[in-house]
């Protein structure tokens, strides 16, 4: 008897309800099984557990396909909200450093004006602590989805019912030449100018180089770049070094006493960088990161 009580206590476990409706929604074990990352054998048996324990029958097989019985979408209904409040836990946790202090999770897609929010931010909250991930548009993006960030700044972010928003500055995409370079004291440049020069690019994925992308092939052109590079940090050192010719955003950095920014005049549209969560997504601290970004002012950061 005390082995059927304790088999009854464990049987809804959360990891029985994911695996269920994992396979609700895939409709067989091996989907559910490459979705939630474990074995084939381990969802099956989940899935006998479930059944045997409480003596219920939780799928049909029709034509291959695993068709869930109206009591297994009764649980799967239970299992989804039993997931979504682990996460929302897993959430509530994360914003607590291990010393106890409030922790706010930032994704950036560049440095600038991400981080000079931050500082304001820090300011306002001294007991606060931040960590900060930077990455491409997309990885951001996905940061932001999966909640592995709280809150993030990405420049044109595309549309979406899922994010809250709200745009910080208007930029545009500037070339970026070495104090040596002929074009440094130039009022602007031609891509068609830049074309015969050596190039260095970001790798696909960055919202720069999509820009730039997007300018050269409008103009007709598709010059080989000399270097491409995973960090736009890695093309500003390459630009200082005089490797070649990189790009970046006006404000995408503080740093001003290297490379000259040199505007094109095929990128002169400019796009909105924007603060975005999740729009379920409700903190003070996310609500303080919007407040500060709603007053930055673009000529705090820049230095000449």
Same mark, same amino acid.
């Given at each position: 008897?005390k082995?059927?009580?304790?088999?009854?206590?464990?049987?809804?476990?959360?990891?029985?309800?994911?695996?269920?409706t994992?396979v609700?929604?895939?409709?067989?074990?091996?989907a559910?099984?490459r979705r939630?990352?474990?074995?084939?054998?381990?969802v099956?048996q989940?899935?006998?557990d479930?059944?045997r324990?409480?003596?219920?029958?939780?799928?049909?097989?029709?034509r291959? @396909?695993?068709r869930?019985?109206?009591?297994c979408?009764?649980?799967?209904?239970?299992g989804?909200r039993?997931?979504?409040?682990?996460?929302?836990a897993?959430?509530?946790?994360?914003?607590r450093?291990?010393?106890?202090?409030? $922790?706010?999770?930032?994704g950036?897609?560049?440095?600038m004006?991400?981080i000079?929010i @931050?500082?304001h @931010? =820090?300011? =306002?909250?001294?007991?606060?602590?931040?960590?900060?991930?930077?990455?491409?548009?997309?990885?951001?993006?996905?940061?932001?989805?999966?909640?592995?960030v709280?809150?993030?700044v990405l420049p044109?972010?595309p549309?979406?019912?899922?994010?809250?928003?709200?745009?910080v500055?208007?930029?545009?995409?500037v070339?970026?030449?070495?104090?040596?370079?002929?074009?440094a004291e130039?009022s602007?440049?031609?891509?068609?100018h830049?074309a015969?020069?050596? =190039?260095?690019?970001?790798?696909p994925?960055?919202?720069?180089?999509?820009i730039?992308?997007?300018?050269?092939r409008?103009?007709g052109?598709?010059?080989?770049?000399? =270097?491409?590079?995973d960090?736009?940090?890695?093309v500003?050192?390459?630009v200082?070094?005089?490797?070649?010719?990189?790009f970046?955003?006006?404000?995408?950095?503080?740093?001003?006493?290297?490379v000259?920014r040199?505007?094109?005049?095929?990128f002169?549209?400019?796009?909105?960088?924007?603060?975005f969560?999740?729009?379920d997504?409700?903190?003070?601290?996310?609500?303080l990161?919007?407040?500060?970004?709603?007053?930055f $002012?673009?000529?705090?950061?820049?230095?000449g």
């Amino acid at each position: 008897m005390k082995s059927s009580v304790s088999e009854s206590a464990t049987g809804l476990s959360l990891s029985r309800l994911r695996a269920l409706t994992a396979v609700a929604e895939e409709g067989s074990y091996s989907a559910a099984a490459r979705r939630i990352g474990i074995s084939h054998t381990a969802v099956a048996q989940q899935i006998r557990d479930l059944e045997r324990i409480h003596d219920i029958h939780l799928f049909d097989r029709l034509r291959g @396909v695993l068709r869930p019985t109206p009591a297994c979408l009764e649980l799967c209904d239970i299992g989804n909200r039993m997931q979504q409040a682990a996460r929302d836990a897993a959430r509530v946790l994360a914003r607590r450093g291990p010393s106890g202090k409030h $922790r706010l999770r930032v994704g950036l897609g560049n440095s600038m004006p991400g981080i000079a929010i @931050v500082g304001h @931010v =820090l300011k =306002l909250h001294p007991t606060l602590t931040v960590s900060v991930e930077s990455g491409s548009h997309q990885d951001i993006m996905a940061a932001v989805s999966r909640r592995e960030v709280d809150v993030a700044v990405l420049p044109d972010l595309p549309a979406d019912p899922r994010f809250r928003r709200a745009p910080v500055l208007s930029q545009e995409v500037v070339a970026i030449v070495s104090p040596e370079s002929p074009m440094a004291e130039c009022s602007d440049v031609t891509l068609e100018h830049l074309a015969q020069n050596p =190039l260095v690019f970001r790798s696909p994925g960055s919202s720069t180089q999509k820009i730039v992308d997007r300018g050269f092939r409008q103009a007709g052109l598709e010059p080989e770049p000399r =270097l491409t590079a995973d960090t736009r940090d890695a093309v500003y050192e390459a630009v200082a070094l005089g490797i070649g010719v990189g790009f970046m955003w006006r404000f995408g950095t503080y740093r001003s006493d290297i490379v000259r920014r040199v505007p094109v005049p095929e990128f002169r549209s400019t796009v909105d960088e924007v603060v975005f969560a999740l729009a379920d997504e409700r903190n003070p601290l996310v609500d303080l990161f919007f407040n500060v970004a709603g007053q930055f $002012r673009p000529e705090a950061m820049m230095r000449g």
